[in-house]
C-alpha cells in the first residue's frame, strides 16, 4: 500500500519567490496535518483538516503561509512569499479521523536562500 | 498549553550499552506515542500506550506509560548500532487526533 506521497522531495529557492508543497494522504484516510521541521524547534504542527476543513490553523507562522485540501486526497502548503527563515523540512501526516496514531509522509525539504 | 518534555536530548552510547529516554508533562494525555525517524525520512509509529501504567515490549525495547498518563519512557537494552535516530515522543488529546511532540531524543550506537 502507498504511503503518504510529498512532492517535492527537495525544493532550493531564492528568497520572495512562490513555494508550493504537494500532499496526498493514504487512501481512506480523513484527517491531514502539516508540520514542520528544524533543528531549533523541533517538529510544530502547522494546520490540521479533517474531512478537507481546515479545524486548527494555529500554527501558521504567519500570513505568507496558507494550506488547502480541495478534495480527499489532495493538500497544498503554499508560502508567498518565501523567506531564509522558512527552511524547513516540512512533513504531511494523515489518519484515520479521531484516530492518534499518525503516518507520515518523507517530507520536503525546503531551501530558501 | 501542552507541553512534552524529553530527556536526555543527545544520547552517545557504546553497543551494547542499556538506556532511558523520559518524557514528560504537566498534562494529561489521552495517549502517549513513541515515533523513530531516519534521516531523511518522516517519523515512523513504533508503540501506542493508551492505559496509565501500560507497558509495551516490542523486542528489545520497553515502552511505560505513567499511572497519571502525564510521562512515559523508552527503555532500550543492549543497543545496536540499528537502533540510531531520532526519538520522538507525542502526547495524544482526546478527540482531536491532534498530537503534541516533544523535542525529540537524538541517539547515536557506536558499533
Redesign the interface.
Known amino acids: 500500500d502507498a504511503g ?1 506521497i510529498q512532492s517535492p522531495r527537495h525544493e532550493v529557492t531564492e528568497m520572495g519567490q512562490e513555494v508550493t508543497l504537494r500532499c496526498k494522504p493514504i487512501s481512506g484516510h480523513n ?1 491531514l ?1 502539516w508540520y514542520r521541521q528544524t533543528m531549533m524547534r ?2 510544530e ?1 502547522l494546520i ?1 483538516f ?1 474531512n478537507n476543513v481546515p ?2 490553523d494555529s500554527g501558521m507562522p504567519e500570513d505568507r503561509f496558507s494550506a488547502k485540501m480541495p478534495n480527499a486526497s489532495f493538500s497544498t502548503l503554499k508560502i508567498q512569499p518565501s523567506e531564509p527563515r522558512d527552511s524547513a523540512v516540512y ?1 504531511c ?1 494523515s ?1 484515520f ?11 520536503t525539504r525546503l531551501l530558501v536562500l | 498549553t501542552q507541553l512534552l518534555e524529553q530527556s536526555p536530548q543527545f544520547l552517545s552510547i557504546q553497543e551494547g550499552e542499556n538506556l532511558t529516554v523520559y518524557c514528560n508533562s504537566s498534562s494529561v494525555f ?2 502517549l ?1 513513541w ?1 523513530r525517524q531516519e534521516p ?6 513504533l508503540v ?1 500506550v493508551v492505559t496509565g501504567g501500560e507497558v509495551k515490549k516490542l523486542k528489545r525495547l520497553t515502552f511505560q506509560f505513567g499511572d497519571a498518563r502525564k510521562d512515559s519512557s523508552l527503555h532500550i537494552t543492549a543497543a545496536q548500532p540499528g537502533d540510531t535516530g531520532l526519538y ?1 515522543c507525542a502526547g ?1 488529546t482526546s ?5 503534541i ?4 531524543t537524538t541517539l547515536q550506537v557506536k558499533p
Open positions: 503518504v484527517s496535518f523541533g517538529l504542527l490540521y479533517n479545524i486548527d512533513f501526516a489518519s479521523l479521531g484516530e492518534e496514531t499518525q503516518y507520515f509522509g518523507p517530507g | 489521552s495517549s506515542q515515533y531523511g525520512e518522516g517519523p515512523v509509529l501506542t520522538l495524544g478527540n482531536t487526533g491532534k498530537l511532540f516533544g523535542q525529540g
